[in-house]
Structures are given as structure tokens and as C-alpha cells.
């Protein structure tokens, strides 16, 4: 998406919006001083190839930091009309940058529902060229990395994966430090008993991740007890009350000095971080 959005109209809509808002919700900032900076951004994109350097002259450049907000303001300007003219029909809607999952609310008559999608999806293209690509009409969809079907009166969930993806996890032999493998293991493992909404389907996911890091040459024996680990974990972790949790964390950084980090490349030989910080 970020290479079909062109640079002047997202500058000049962003750049109305910025300052609409200045003087309205928004007070911490200088509307001028950030759309120039704005400029500076995204009409000085350069870009190394080989030995040689190229500026890029319009649309997004990919990587560039400020790309998944401008992205998200950009086409959100156009989501306030667009949403308005389908509140009828549009019962839910979200998007993180370029995936949007929505609940069409469909008309009695089936003809004229369905010129009504094909109307949505149309509107949804009328924005400086964008291009959506909408899956048909359905009671289950793959968005982002769950899948979500409707089975009666509730919503389900399970985890969804990509068929191209190859599953490279790191192989033991990896140099890396050695909590690297248990914080994948740990971090997945909770990651599916989130998303799944059937134990079954989260314990067939579990399984197929063990299988697969043994095909990345980790030995069973070294894995089990990880997994014990991660399954508690995640018991635990489930048992409280995230919400509250979050806010406890939160309240808890008020007021605490700013920490300063120090990032260095790995090295089997260097001394653990336990050491370091027993210095």
C-alpha cells in the first residue's frame, strides 16, 4: 500500500488535517514545524543501490519510519465520509494500515445486497488511487493472523498462517544467546492459547510448532521441559485479568527516572548479562 499512495495529495490532505486540528483537539504541537518536517520526510527519500543513489520522486518509501502512521492518517481522513455514507450497512470496521476486517449487516432483498457490496467496495477504491482487494461475502475470514468465523451467535478464532510460509526458526546451532529459543517458545505458546477459542485447535497448533522445531534440529528431550515451562506460563498468564494488569504497569513507570540502555552485538564468548549486571 505504501507505494500506491502518492506523495502530493497525502501531503496536502495531511497537511489540512494537522492544522484543522491544531487549534481544536490536538494543542502539543507546532502544526508548521511538523508539516515541514513532513516534507523534509517524504520528498527526500533516498535510496542506495549498488554503488549508485537514487531519490525517490513520489509515493511512499517503504521502511522509512513515519510510513505505518502516515498510511494510517492518510486513508483514515477519507474512512470518516466513506463509514458515514454505510452506517447502514457497515456493523463493524477496523484496519490496521492496509488489512480491514468489517461485518456487512445485509440487506433482506439478496439482489440488492448485492449491489450494495459491489457500491461499498467501489466507494472504498475512490480515494487517489488506492486499491483495496475485498474477499467475497462470508461467515469466516483470515485477518491478520487469526482466522474469525461466525458459528451460531458467537464469534470463533483461531490462529491463521500463511501457506508460503517456510517456518525458518532459528536451528540450535544458531549463535544466539541461549534464552533466545525458551522466549520463542514461551512467547508462541501463549501467542496460540490467546488466539485460539478452541483448546483443540490450539493444542493441534502447539503440536505442529514442536514438530516443526524439530525439524530445525532441536532435539524432543531439550524441548519438553520448555514447553512444560510455556504451557504454565501461559495458564498464568490467562488466569489474570490483563486489563488491570496493564494499568498496574502503567502506574507503576510514573514517576521513574529514564533508563538508559546500552544495545551490543552478540558474541558466544562475551560475558552473560547476568555477569554484566553483577558488575
Known amino acids: 500500500m505504501y507505494t500506491n499512495i502518492r506523495t502530493k495529495p497525502a501531503i496536502a490532505h ?11 483537539t490536538f494543542t502539543h504541537y507546532d502544526p508548521e514545524a511538523l508539516i515541514e518536517a513532513i516534507h523534509v520526510v517524504f520528498e527526500n527519500n533516498i535510496i542506495a543501490f549498488g554503488d ?3 531519490q525517490q520522486i513520489s509515493d511512499t518509501g ?5 510510513a505505518p502512521p502516515w498510511v494510517t492518517v492518510f486513508y483514515g481522513l477519507y474512512e470518516c465520509s466513506l463509514l458515514a455514507r454505510w452506517r447502514d450497512r457497515i456493523g463493524f470496521y477496523r484496519r490496521f494500515i492496509d488489512n480491514v476486517f468489517g461485518i456487512w449487516l445485509s440487506h433482506p432483498c ?8 459491489h457500491e461499498f467496495q467501489a466507494d472504498m477504491q475512490n480515494w487517489h488511487g488506492l486499491e483495496w482487494t475485498c474477499e467475497p461475502l462470508s461467515t469466516s475470514v483470515n485477518f491478520m493472523d487469526l482466522t474469525i468465523s461466525i458459528e451460531g451467535e ?4 483461531t490462529l491463521y498462517e500463511k501457506p508460503q510460509n517456510l517456518y525458518l526458526y532459528l536451528p540450535p546451532h544458531s549463535s544466539h544467546p541461549r534464552g533466545i529459543a525458551a522466549g520463542l517458545i514461551i512467547g508462541q505458546v501463549l501467542r496460540i492459547r490467546r ?12 503440536k505442529q510448532f514442536f514438530r516443526r522445531l ?6 524432543p528431550s531439550a524441548l519438553i521441559p520448555i ?22 504497569q502503567n502506574k507503576s513507570k510514573v514517576g521513574e527516572p529514564q533508563k538508559l540502555f546500552l544495545h551490543l552485538q552478540y558474541h558466544p564468548e562475551d560475558p552473560t548479562a547476568h555477569e554484566i549486571q553483577e558488575l
Open 154 to 157: 458467537r464469534l470463533s478464532t
Open 62 to 66: 517503504m521502511g522509512i519510519s513515519p
Open 52 to 54: 549508485t543513489y537514487w
Open 110 to 117: 439478496r439482489d440488492t445486497n448485492k449491489q450494495l457490496w
Open 214 to 219: 524439530c525439524k530445525r534440529g532441536h532435539e
Open 195 to 206: 488466539l485460539c477459542s478452541k483448546q483443540e485447535d490450539a493444542n493441534e497448533h502447539i
Open 227 to 248: 514447553f512444560s515451562r510455556a504451557e504454565d506460563n501461559a495458564r498464568a498468564f490467562l488466569r489474570r485479568n490483563t486489563l488491570v494488569e496493564y494499568n498496574k
Open 14 to 24: 495531511i497537511s489540512t488535517y494537522l492544522r484543522d486540528e491544531a487549534s481544536q
